[in-house]
């Protein structure tokens, strides 16, 4: 069992930074892979970030690349998404998640979802 709690989100101007936090409290932690998602108000939920449990290996959607990262500190029991260049269509609930078979950018097979956390860039 794995339960993850999201935390740093906020309002920040375009072009702004935050870094988001999604701490775990299984002590397996470190055999998920995990995931960043997001939900904008109206729309699907989609895939932003992946990064394998080893942490070795990552997966960024087109519309985030080159501006977000996706990090873990497996010590810690924490998995993180810097965010750099923030646009007003970040603007979004951001989401982490587990999958304890393989790294995936899919929804559908992530097994354990934290409670989100809102994220709203202004222009």
């Known amino acids: 069992q794995l339960q993850l709690v999201e935390s740093g989100g906020g309002l920040v101007q375009a072009g702004g930074s935050l870094r988001l936090s999604c701490a775990a409290s299984?002590?397996?932690?470190?055999?998920?892979?995990m995931g960043w998602f997001r939900q904008a108000p109206g729309k699907e939920r989609d895939f932003v970030a992946a990064i394998s449990s080893s942490g070795g290996r990552t997966y960024y959607a087109d519309s985030v690349k080159g501006r977000f990262t996706i990090s873990r500190d497996n010590a810690k029991n924490t998995v993180y998404l810097q965010m750099n260049s923030l646009k007003p269509e970040d603007t979004a609930v951001y989401y982490c998640a587990a999958n304890l078979a393989i790294v995936t950018t899919t929804p559908i097979e992530y097994d354990y979802w934290g409670q989100g956390t809102r994220v709203t860039v202004s222009s």
């Open positions: 299984g002590r397996a932690f470190s055999r998920f892979a």
